[in-house]
């Protein structure tokens, strides 16, 4: 977020000619320029919205993969409903990591899968 703040003074410092321009009514070559800086302003707004949103959401959902993925192989019978730990984000994450069962994971010789070692079962596809 503080690396959107100074790129936002800077569409506004050089968005607001583009508008002064986009609204002058004597000068059409003027206004038509001014109306593009104010169009590719309007992106930049929006890209930067966009990114914004979009960096949070795909660390949430890579969280909620991780926590059901690493749930399963530890065999915890709640892991389709522990994974929504991964909406609070990074701090989901923490207290996943602070509560789950401890001990290694290792990948399961029937199914390739994870699976903590110590398990009586695989809980991915059953097999001692
Ligand atoms: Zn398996």
Do not use: E, H
Not at 33 to 62: F, Q, R
């Amino acid at each position: 977020m503080k690396l959107f703040k100074p790129l936002l003074v800077l569409c506004v410092v050089l968005g607001a000619p583009a508008v002064a321009l986009a609204l002058d009514d004597g000068n059409a070559a003027g206004a038509a320029c001014g109306a593009l800086g104010c169009g590719a302003m309007a992106i930049v707004y929006i890209l930067i919205i966009a990114v914004s949103l979009a960096v949070p959401i795909a660390i949430i959902v890579v969280v909620i993969k991780f926590i059901r993925k690493d749930a399963t192989a530890r065999g915890m019978p709640n892991a389709n409903s522990i994974k929504w730990l991964g909406l609070l984000g990074i701090i989901g994450l923490v207290i996943y990591l602070l509560q789950r069962p401890q001990g290694n994971v290792m990948p399961c010789p029937s199914c390739g899968q994870g699976r903590m070692q110590g398990l009586p079962a695989c809980p991915n596809c059953g097999q001692p």
